[in-house]
């Protein structure tokens, strides 16, 4: 059952051009179906719940759409960092200026979906919420050029390091949007998929379809380093009851 208004469309992420892709449909990577053919949970979710809580169900696990609360580019948006003695990133610290900076970029109408969460936590579930399953912002990764470059030209997603710190941002400003009505966070879901899939597996229907293990290796480390900088931006501002509901004081310098 899809959405005959669009609005639950977003057409913003790697996996909605990796999907359309003709190339892909007419080698079988992909089955040819279409998100905007989907279930419609961006509208529905009311009624999903319902039948849930029918069912005995009392925690109840949704993903975000990291395109949808920035469907722009958030580099410009300067964080300080720090890198450990191994080369990769050991924090990326994000003062109340950034977050700000942050707020400016996003996209209230997404972030107005916020219902979706109260909606569950008004029926009694507990609330688990992923930051990121599979998709990217196409501003993130280009999997068909990068596919069309043999990984040489993008935005190449978790094979260039900025995807870290940019992760960090968005599960930072997340959490500082929502951390006041979520139960628990996820950071990624299954993230050896998006690596072995995507990287050793062209066949799978990952995006972006390249066998590397030189790139598998590569981004299997970025995941990791970025799960542990999200990690650090979640539990940061929770210690700290720092939410934009709760009107905080931020100082997180």
Not at 78 to 93: L, Q
Not at 232 to 238: F, G, M, P, S, V
Request: hydrophobic share 40%; proline share 5%; glycine share 8%.
């Amino acid at each position: 059952m899809g959405d005959p208004s669009g609005e639950s469309v977003d057409a913003n992420t790697d996996w909605f051009v990796w999907v359309h892709d003709p190339e892909n449909i007419r080698r079988g990577v992909v089955s040819g179906g279409f998100p905007e053919n989907g279930v419609n949970y961006w509208g529905l979710y009311v009624k999903d719940h319902e039948i849930a809580r029918r069912l005995g169900l009392n925690a109840y696990r949704i993903g975000l759409e990291w395109s949808r609360i920035f469907p722009k580019n958030t580099a410009a948006v300067e964080v300080d960092g720090e890198k450990a003695s191994d080369g990769n990133i050991s924090s990326v610290n994000l003062d109340d200026k950034a977050l700000e900076a942050l707020e400016k970029l996003a996209d209230k109408k997404a972030l107005d979906h916020r219902l979706i969460v109260e909606d569950l936590r008004m029926k009694g579930f507990k609330v688990f919420v992923c930051l990121n399953h599979f998709t990217l912002p196409l501003w993130i990764h280009d999997p068909i050029t990068t596919r069309a470059t043999r990984l040489k030209h993008g935005p190449k997603g978790w094979l260039d390091e900025t995807t870290v710190v940019e992760f960090a941002k968005y599960a930072a400003y997340v959490v500082y949007r929502l951390g006041d009505i979520v139960d628990y966070w996820a950071t990624f879901n299954e993230p050896m998929a998006v690596c072995e899939a995507g990287y050793m597996l062209p066949e799978s229907g990952f995006p972006p379809g390249v066998g590397s293990f030189k790139a598998v290796k590569k981004v299997a480390k970025h995941l990791a380093v970025a799960h542990a900088r999200a990690y650090d931006a979640i539990k940061n501002l929770t210690l700290l009851g720092l939410t934009m509901t709760a009107q905080p004081q931020l100082g997180l310098a």
